[in-house]
């Protein structure tokens, strides 16, 4: 096995954005964050950060389990990298792009796989649009057969990538990429699959297709018992009945299955920890309180609601006529629309404790992002 350095560049200007990309919480983490646990998930075994004034910070707190070194970043990218490589101590280098944070693990590992091999592993994908060369009026139709467009990682033989940003002459003036500064140096470039999903963040509409990347799922469920002498609510509503839920909050199981499914799918603890029952602070709580609190701890880690199905198990009463009203409110705390909230209700025929009229229960799914 080879040592492998990864070199994350996170010096690049953010101006164009208005604010620094790549510390932007995407779906909870950053893209510097993601990228370094991209590149450490598919091999890498120190990191080297290029920084700016604006990341170096950031750069310096992340805690990673493996070692790191810290570089000034340069005005140009290849500025970057040279100092970056400089410092490093591994046999392999794979270069990256901090704003690429979708890069998968495998791409890493495949780009490092084929720099053993082949001496490179650059990410690149084909063209499937029709291109135009536009050219003061000029069109000419490029084969798009013939063309790739190039990603990161790109990974190399340590004395190679060296030797190629040893170059400083004119030629490598516009080099914008490190498969440029090596083909330049002579080498010849072994390219692998990138993917569509490697994107750069460079827009404000990239970011909504990161945080549509980086959707998670939770599962939550929750059974109380049906008693004479509470009051029953579901979803927020008080629903006539002649029994209630019992429990130490006010019970409301569709909404204690939201918050687990909710928690779940942040990485959080379950509501047992959040909201124990053995807390007096919590007696008789309004569980859509507790469900804001949810949604606030949540966004104190970047992440928001995306979209909750729920579905109430229960003999009786008849919930179909209060669904849309618990609907409402679900929409009003997790400020998403009512179109991404899917509730229904079942009997069990008679049959378990819920057909038998013993407990309602409730299962949810949620996505966060
Ligand atoms: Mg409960």
Redesign the pocket.
């Known amino acids: 096995m080879s040592s492998v350095t990864g070199v994350l560049l996170c010096a690049g200007s953010s101006t164009r954005m208005g604010f620094d990309k790549l510390q932007k919480p995407v779906a909870g983490r950053c893209a510097i964050e993601r990228s370094a646990n991209a590149l450490i998930e598919g091999g890498v075994t120190e990191i080297v950060f290029a920084v700016s004034a604006l990341s170096r910070s950031f750069c310096e707190t992340l805690s990673l389990p493996v070692p790191k070194k810290i570089v000034e970043g340069g005005a140009e990218r290849r500025d970057s990298v040279r100092n970056a490589i400089g410092v490093s101590a591994g046999d392999i280098i794979v270069i990256h792009d901090a704003a690429r944070c979708m890069v998968s693990p495998s791409i890493v590992r495949e780009s490092i796989r084929s720099a053993e091999e082949f001496g490179s592993g650059i990410a690149a994908v084909s063209v499937s649009d029709t291109v135009f060369l536009s050219d003061e009026g000029t069109l000419t139709r490029l084969p798009r057969e013939k063309l790739i467009r190039m990603q990161t990682p790109q990974t190399f033989r340590r004395y190679e990538i060296l030797q190629a940003y040893s170059m400083t002459g004119s030629e490598t003036a516009d080099a914008t990429d490190d498969c440029t500064m090596y083909a330049l140096a002579g080498f010849t470039p072994h390219f692998i699959e990138g993917s569509e999903d490697n994107f750069k963040l460079t827009s404000p509409a990239d970011f909504t297709r990161a945080e549509k990347f980086f959707t998670r799922y939770g599962t939550g469920f929750?059974t109380?018992r049906l008693v004479e002498g509470r009051k029953l609510i579901l979803g927020g509503i008080d629903i006539p009945f002649e029994k209630g839920l019992l429990?130490h909050?006010d019970?409301d199981?569709v909404t204690?299955a939201i918050m687990d499914a909710l928690l779940g799918a942040s990485g959080l603890p379950d509501?047992g920890h959040l909201f124990p029952d053995t807390d007096p602070a919590f007696k008789d709580a309004d569980s859509m309180v507790l469900l804001s609190k949810v949604v606030e701890t949540m966004a104190r880690k970047g992440l928001h609601p995306a979209g909750v199905s729920a579905e109430i198990i229960c003999q009786r009463p008849k919930l179909a006529p209060h669904l849309e009203a618990m609907k409402k409110r679900y929409s009003d705390i997790l400020g998403i629309r009512c179109d991404d909230i899917a509730l229904s209700a079942t009997t069990t025929e008679g049959m378990n404790d819920e057909g038998k009229g013993l407990c309602i229960s409730a299962q949810a799914v949620a996505s966060v992002r």
């Open positions: 929750d109380h429990g909050s019970a199981v204690h509501i």
